[in-house]
């Protein structure tokens, strides 16, 4: 377990959580991702990468923390509801480490990921979203991909029941460029033409205090806009294409 005190704290409150959805399944989740898990290349990953991560708590290498992260994308397999639908084609965007990914492959999903190629990331980045890919066995799943305004993904697959993304950095968070409401018009218009009919587009962004003061996660333009097209809970956009929903509930937030 992490020697993180806080971290320790948060893994206890993640399994209290996961333990109220009432579900046999779900709780056995962490232990069958952990069969295709090479978790001594993990352990050897943190243990190399701790310097770092003690230059700098927020950095990538905060993700070789196995035991941390696996209850927490377990949970987000619960908030949307994955454990009660039949097997999806799912793509998740900024997959970094892999996480999710291998918690959907665990469960049945199809699950594939992009991320921004190598060449753009830190050293840091690269090496630790390459090694837990790797040791997840999910680096075959993973495409280099460079999100970028009024550009059209290229994405390696097509007709998807769902697209994530989560902690949304793409959309140039906390830059003087962060993307307004043509962007993610622009955005939304193209992962859904990548979606099957009632497939959904799940994204989850990050605050932006400063430029968005009580509204934290976009302006009003762009939170109009996002209504206007799906549900929104805080900062968690759901966008069904063409018809509602046909499995789970809309996530609530955290």
């Known amino acids: 377990m992490s020697g993180n005190s806080s971290n320790r704290l948060e893994i206890i409150r993640t399994w209290g959580h996961l333990f109220g959805y009432r579900s046999l399944a779900l709780l056995r989740l962490p232990s069958r991702i952990r069969r295709s898990a090479d978790l001594q290349r993990i352990d050897r990953l943190g243990k190399e990468t701790a310097s770092a991560l003690q230059l700098d708590p927020a ?44 918690a959907a492959l665990a469960y049945g999903h199809d699950c594939y990921g992009i991320d921004a190629p190598a060449t753009v990331m830190s050293e840091v980045e690269a090496r630790v979203y390459s ?32 697209i994530t993304a989560f902690w949304i950095c793409f959309n140039r968070h906390d830059q003087p460029d962060e993307w307004g409401p043509a962007e993610w018009q622009f955005f ?67």
């Open 188 to 254: 939304v218009k193209d992962a859904l033409s990548h979606l099957r009919e009632g497939g959904i587009l799940h994204l989850e962004l990050n605050a932006n205090l400063a430029r968005y003061h009580s509204l934290q996660w976009y302006d009003q333009e762009t939170l109009q806009f996002f209504r206007s097209v799906g549900t929104v809970h805080r900062n968690v956009v759901r966008i069904t294409k063409g018809k509602p929903q046909a499995w789970g509930e809309a996530p609530k937030p955290a």
């Open 59 to 102: 950095c990538a290498a905060k993700y070789a923390d196995y035991h941390f992260w696996i209850p927490f994308n377990v949970d987000r397999i619960g908030a949307l509801a994955l454990h009660h639908s039949p097997p999806l084609r799912i793509l998740d965007i900024g997959c970094g480490p892999g996480y999710f990914l291998a």
């Open 131 to 162: 090694e837990m890919l790797a040791a997840l066995s999910c680096d075959r799943r993973v495409s280099p991909l460079l999100i970028e305004r009024f550009v059209p993904m290229a994405l390696p697959i097509g007709d998807l029941d769902l």
